[in-house]
């Protein structure tokens, strides 16, 4: 039986999803590029929203940053924890329930996680919310290719649910696809402008498709 929310669906795959990460290109492509993007971020506070098992909170404890991490998945949180080496703070908590005060954050991170929700809008609207002045959002979306490979009769116009499997991780997941012009209305409409857009590829396979697209936002009112 397929889990009902994202919670049951992580705790059910945390293992072998950890297990099986090393295989998947998104080491070699989307996390070097979003630490890259991010820059010099010693002292600065960010927030993980979605950490899983801790890879991006790992990278920005390394460079120096007060991280906060949020996933809803009590076994990722573990996993993250552990790979953190107890470094930073780690919160079980469901991202588009969460509360935080205002102007909290200088930076917030979002690997692969904004397409677990339905409500846009509701997300960047907190966002807006919890950054600081010219504080921004780095975050990243599987590339519309890897649902058109994998999904019959995918239909890039409409936002939709969509169960698939991860082969490179041996398990089954889903998403909430948007079309990337969902997401480009949803954060102009809260206050954010478009600062990097890229696709990242992994070059060592035969066929160049993208595998994510990354986006830099920056808080403009």
Wanted: aromatic residues 14%; hydrophobic residues 35%; contains cysteine.
């Amino acid at each position: 039986m397929r889990p009902k929310n994202v919670k049951a669906l992580y705790d059910k795959i945390a293992v072998k999803y950890h297990q099986n990460r090393s295989k998947a290109p998104n080491d070699y492509t989307e996390l070097p590029k979003i630490i890259e993007l991010a820059g010099n971020v010693k002292s600065k506070k960010v927030l993980d929203l979605g950490c899983g098992t801790g890879k991006h909170a790992k990278e920005y404890l390394k460079k120096g940053a007060i991280l906060t991490g949020v996933d809803v998945s009590e076994k990722m949180i573990e996993l993250a924890k552990k790979s953190c080496k107890n470094q930073g703070e780690f919160l079980l908590a469901d991202f588009e329930k969460i509360k935080f005060e205002k102007e909290s954050f200088d930076l917030i991170n979002a690997s692969f996680s904004l397409h677990y929700s339905k409500n846009l809008n509701h997300l960047f609207k907190q966002f807006n919310s919890w950054l600081k002045p010219n504080g921004r959002v780095i975050f990243s979306i599987s590339h519309p290719m890897q649902y058109y490979l994998k999904i019959k009769d995918f239909d890039f116009s409409k936002s939709k649910k969509y169960w698939f499997r991860l082969n490179t991780y041996d398990v089954e997941v889903f998403n909430y696809y948007h079309p990337i012009g969902k997401y480009c209305e949803s954060f102009i409409s809260n206050g954010f402008q478009l600062n990097t857009f890229v696709e990242t590829i992994w070059t060592e396979k035969k066929h160049k498709i993208p595998n994510a697209v990354i986006f830099e936002i920056i808080k403009i009112n």
